[in-house]
């Protein structure tokens, strides 16, 4: 039997590692390449552009751009808390001129205020629904049930605020006394016991300022403070 042939050569063969053994051995022994370093040096990994470069560096660049990621994440959410703290302190001077009015001329005159200078936007309309004798430039009354119906219409029953764009819309005839085209709004319903008898319409000249993604978390608590201010200027 030649030695190429013997017994040797075959336990050789069949005690060999391939990769899924060393795989499973560094599995179960994570700390194999702390106690033998000096394995590190030999071994390479490909960049996508194709240099080659050591472990220990492809681990270094990764986790570099690991907390670059945490990085930028924690920079975005402290850029949203500072964004929400100014929008607070806004919404919040709002609600205080609000819950002093005590007529529907000063309401209006208190949201136009608020929205236009502090918020930026364009102009604001408060649209009755319900008659009451009171008149403002920014107060506008719609008690012809026909004539309510497109407007109604786009509530759809929401007691909540949401944005909308103007053009082609029933909003663009209620919006149309303005220097400049009305391209988006903020709707904020106002409620009194289950029955929206009035809207609040926050416009702007700008098509990106109102749009489906804006947080109306704000609006709603505007919406909800003008709803008990205007319903009790209605009991009155």
């Not at 000249?205 to 109306?216: F, P, V």
């Amino acid at each position: 039997m030649s030695q190429a042939e013997s017994p040797n050569t075959d336990v050789a063969e069949n005690t060999a590692l391939n990769s899924d053994d060393i795989l499973a051995y560094l599995r179960e022994h994570p700390e194999f390449l702390q106690q033998y370093p000096q394995a590190l040096e030999h071994q390479r990994l490909d960049h996508e552009c194709g240099d080659a470069t050591s472990l220990v560096e492809r681990q270094v660049k990764t986790l570099r751009q690991r907390i670059q990621d945490y990085a930028d994440k924690l920079s975005e959410l402290l850029s949203s808390a500072r964004r929400n703290d100014v929008q607070f302190e806004k919404t919040k001077r709002l609600i205080v001129e609000l819950s002093a009015c005590d007529t529907l001329a000063a309401t209006a005159a208190a949201l136009n205020h608020s929205f236009v200078n502090e918020f930026h936007a364009h102009t604001v309309r408060l649209i009755l629904l319900q008659e009451h004798a009171e008149q403002h430039d920014n107060l506008l009354q719609i008690t012809d049930p026909i004539a309510q119906q497109p407007l109604l219409s786009m509530l759809d029953e929401k007691a909540w605020a949401f944005c909308h764009q103007v053009p082609g819309t029933a909003l663009a005839d209620l919006l149309d006394n303005t220097e400049e085209t009305i391209q988006s709004c903020a709707i904020l319903p106002v409620r009194r016991q289950q029955q929206t008898i009035a809207v609040i319409i926050v416009a702007s000249t700008s098509e990106d300022h109102y749009t489906q993604e804006l947080d109306t978390l704000f609006l709603n608590h505007v919406a909800a403070v003008s709803s008990s201010v205007i319903g009790r200027i209605y009991d009155d």
